[in-house]
């Protein structure tokens, strides 16, 4: 059963007191919640309920939260935040770059949890909503932001909500050089838990998947002490 809103949220949690705190601030804010203490239970609740949202803990019993998240990224861009243990920053950067939206570490509180959800899921509708003029061509890369879409030499190419941002705002301005701190508060505006790491993880995704050679990238480059661009060329 959908909320008024008709948002739905996944919680992917196998501590059932952290879930249940979770679900009611979610369902306070108008999210209907459903909860999976396992990933292989989380992967059968994707595909029943297609969420709008997942909460993701990384440390989950039997299959892994890297491992849940790597599959639920071959058939899903839902927005996705990763919850970590404090400390496990080489976890978080995996995260992100397997596609993760955001994450939150342990311990934390609700509200900040909520502001999350809220925050990844404004900026996900902001996205879909722009009003701008919906297609950006540059060389053989070719953007849609009505439709989400993104093609780089004739393939489509699937981007989590973020990737999709951080692309196209670089296009927008292409051959500007954009630094981190451009580009962190495009994606998280004054949220002091991004870091250079967090932009430098997305970009790392965005070569992967765009680029023929990502370790010799020729679409989004670097300018080294100053930042990134997407090349004009």
Do not use: C, W
């Not at 989380?42 to 909460?55: A, E, F, K, T």
């Not at 019993?61 to 404090?86: C, F, N, Q, Y």
């Not at 981190?180 to 004054?190: E, N, V």
């Amino acid at each position: 059963m959908e909320s008024a809103t008709g948002r739905q949220a996944l919680v992917i949690e196998d501590d059932a007191s952290i879930a249940g705190i979770i679900r009611d601030y979610l369902a306070a804010s108008s999210y209907t919640v459903s909860i999976a203490p396992t990933g292989e239970a989380g992967l059968r609740r994707i595909r029943q309920d297609q969420p709008s949202v997942i909460i993701l803990d990384l440390g989950l019993p039997g299959k892994s939260g890297l491992d849940v998240l790597r599959e639920i990224r071959t058939e899903s861009m839902v927005p996705i935040i990763i919850v970590t243990a404090r400390g496990a920053e080489a976890d978080r950067i995996v995260g992100l770059e397997l596609g993760a939206d955001d994450y939150i570490v342990k311990p934390f509180s609700p509200r900040e949890m909520v502001a999350r959800v809220r925050a990844v899921m404004r900026r996900t509708e902001q996205q879909m909503g722009s009003g701008s003029d919906p297609e950006i061509t540059i060389g053989s890369l070719t953007i849609n932001e009505d439709r989400m879409t993104v093609i780089s030499r004739e393939e489509p190419i699937l981007l989590t909500a973020t990737e999709f941002r951080l692309l196209t705002a670089m296009a927008r301005r292409p051959g500007h050089v954009f630094s981190r701190a451009q580009l962190q508060d495009i994606l998280y505006g004054d949220d002091p838990g991004a870091s250079d790491r967090t932009i430098d993880a997305h970009i790392k995704n965005l070569r992967r998947k765009l680029e023929l050679d990502p370790s010799n990238p020729t679409i989004v480059t670097t300018v080294h002490g100053v930042g990134y661009r997407v090349n004009p060329d």
